[in-house]
């Protein structure tokens, strides 16, 4: 059985409410929620919050809220696998178990349900302990700069400083998206990121980080351009 687990929690300070805020006439998280819903790979879409809106919300478009998210998993503190891990725990006090999870954010309007069954693919045939989507950075990470006490700028590899950027290894970062991970390898690791983990390449126009107030205008402007095409 597969569940995918959409973490939602209430607080968030940069962009107040912002997994329910209205994003082109939708709250946030139900992006996730289609993407989970119309990709059909999952028994079970549930969302884990403690914010009663967000749960009210949430089953107005289809997922299930059967338990509220425990204080101790709602706090600035609690890892992603915390909130996991207690939704696998609750879970099994029913007597339900699942093979593998995917966690899925919930400001993820550029996920789209044949994304997740594209990954989920992959995961399958390659039999992988977890898939994490990533990009290529835009910029040789080998040639950052950083500035010194003394207000000065240097090269963090001054080895990399007469390299041509072409010459240097692509980089890749996690695109905090979704996360598909083997609940035994979770359970057991408790990490989203374990030893046998694949890579599923992302294109930069298809994500896009929403934490600030600017990341938003960016991504209404993504969003904009990118749905006229």
Known sequence: MKIAIITARGGSKRIPRKNIKDFFGQPMVKYAIDA????????????????????????????????MRSKETANDFATTADVLLEVLEQ??????????????????????????????????????????????????????????????????????AKTRSQDLEPMYHDVGMFYIIKTAVLLAEKTLVPAKTMAYIMNEREIQDIDTVDDWALAEIKYKLFNKQ
């Open 91 to 160: 879970y099994k006090k029913n007597s339900i178990e699942f093979d593998s999870l995917c966690c899925i954010y919930p400001c993820v309007p550029f996920l789209k349900s044949d994304i997740l069954i594209k990954a989920y693919n992959l995961f399958g045939e390659r039999n992988a302990d977890a898939l994490v989507p990533i990009a290529r950075f835009s910029y040789p990470i080998q040639r950052a700069m950083r500035i010194t006490k003394e207000n000065l700028l240097e090269y963090t590899y001054l080895e990399n």
């Open 36 to 67: 989970a819903l119309g990709s059909r790979i999952f028994d079970t879409v549930m969302v884990s919050t403690d914010d009663k809106e967000i749960a009210y919300i949430s089953k107005q478009y289809g997922a299930e809220v059967p338990f």
